[in-house]
């Protein structure tokens, strides 16, 4: 049956919703991320050898993201198929509910090794959930926009993961200060809980919303796709793997930043906390800035100075954090993290949704976007781990993230080059 578009479709409720939902996608992420380096090893990988804890379960948060292409698979064949508002209520279920479920789960000393085996399942049903929540939630607002402004609202959703961070900070602060056995034998699970409310708020936002109008415009001329990952793989190949590419040091950077760095850093996890608190508040300002700038200027010189200054920002970060001082913490995380990374960072969702056709776009978003995310944030604190266990330095770690960006700067400058269309001779 066809899905109707209606006067709903107002761009900035769109946006809204598109935000909202990015936004408790990300709070989930974010306490599993802090939850995985203070809390996780005792309560589910317990062990003589602490490596070896905070490496399983860092294990278990890169599980997540390696589910997150099956998810982008999936979701963006219903979403090419049947609309992209009704794909994205199903994903925000998901992943609250193994949110949720994950609140819930006994540790290992009362189940045994059932335990880490269900923390492991329910991770892998947020990372399919999440994998195919990033390029829905971008088009919803990329294809609702007008022209001029496509740029700054499909920046919206990426300026949503500030917001959840934030969120999952602030629920994680209170509970930090309750003390390390409360902690870990009951307190980690609120933040857990918690996500109920916000999930209902996002759904509430999400079905407050008609599907866009690209997708509409798709039905009417009868150009839906059957199998559309079969056209991405022959049509767009190369697309795929520049966005992967392109996506993969910005995916690095807040791994490395807050994830690997709770679990490795000599300074109180309270003070980290409200460091990256202070960068995520100046993303939900730096973000949009960056995809309005993309609307007048393009996305081309933004995404890929944004590459080199994000690079400046992971050495600014981890620079402060060796300092040892509080307000060199916090004030490397507000310029490292909240500014100098995000100068891409904006721009980056209208430079991948322009280079799909609208039958295909949201499978090619979306799988591109979730090898990225798979190789730089699911491995990223593995490797940074294992970077400073074998050089005893953490600007291994740092340079670990250089390499990413490196590379993403590389692919980002092919995706977004000028098509060369041939010069007209006239006789």
């Given amino acids: 049956m066809p899905v109707v578009a209606t006067e709903g479709r107002a761009p900035w409720r769109v946006g809204a919703a598109s935000f909202v939902g990015t936004a408790v996608q990300y709070y989930d ?6 939850a ?4 996780f090893p005792a309560v589910f990988f317990p062990s003589s050898d602490p490596l070896l804890g905070t490496v399983a379960a860092f294990g278990t948060f890169a599980a997540g993201f390696l589910a997150s292409p099956l998810g982008a698979v999936l979701f963006g064949h219903l979403g090419d198929r049947y609309g992209r508002r009704t794909t994205l209520w199903i994903t925000l279920v998901l992943m609250g509910g193994a949110t949720i479920g ?6 290992f000393g009362a189940i045994g090794v059932a335990a880490p085996i269900l923390l492991v399942l329910l991770r892998v049903v947020q990372g399919a959930a999440f994998g195919g929540e990033w390029g829905g939630a971008v088009l919803l607002a990329y294809e609702s926009a007008p022209d001029g402004r496509k740029g700054l609202l499909a920046s919206l959703p990426q300026a949503g993961p500030a917001a959840g961070v934030l969120l999952g900070n602030l629920a994680f602060l209170p509970v930090l200060a309750l003390g390390p056995a409360a902690v870990s034998s009951w307190a980690w699970r609120v933040p857990f809980l918690a996500s109920v409310v916000l999930v209902g708020l996002g759904l509430a936002v999400r079905l407050s919303v008609a599907e866009t109008a690209d997708f509409v415009e798709t039905q009417r001329v009868g150009t839906v796709e059957r199998l559309p990952l079969m056209r991405v793989v022959r049509r767009y190949p190369r697309e795929v793997l520049l966005v992967a590419g392109g996506y993969l040091g910005f995916a690095a950077v807040p791994a490395v930043a807050v994830t690997f ?7 109180v996890s309270a003070v980290l906390l409200w460091a990256v608190l202070a960068g995520n508040v100046a993303q939900l300002v730096t973000v949009p800035i960056s995809g309005a700038l993309a609307d007048r200027w393009g996305p081309r010189p933004l995404v890929l100075a944004g590459s080199v200054t994000a690079a ?4 600014l970060v981890f620079a402060a954090v060796q300092s040892g001082d509080v307000g060199m913490i916090v004030a490397g995380y507000l310029l490292g993290f ?4 995000c100068v891409g960072y904006g721009a980056q969702p209208v430079a991948f949704a322009e ?4 039958p295909v776009r949201y499978s090619g978003i979306a799988v591109g976007t979730a090898i990225g ?15 400073v266990h074998a050089t005893g330095t953490s600007w291994s770690a740092a340079g670990y993230v250089v390499l990413t960006l490196a590379l993403s700067f590389a692919c980002l400058a092919v995706l977004t080059r000028p098509t060369r269309r041939p010069v007209e001779v006239t006789t």
């Fill in 261 to 267: 760095m709770l679990g490795h850093a000599s300074v």
């Fill in 338 to 341: 909240g500014v100098l990374y």
């Fill in 312 to 315: 400046a920002g992971i050495v």
């Fill in 36 to 39: 995985a380096a203070l809390v």
């Fill in 355 to 358: 280079v799909f056709d609208a």
């Fill in 29 to 34: 992420f974010s306490i599993y991320s802090t």
């Fill in 102 to 107: 994950i609140g819930l789960l006994p540790g």
């Fill in 373 to 387: 995310t798979v190789l730089g944030s699911g491995f990223g604190p593995l490797v940074a781990t294992g970077l």
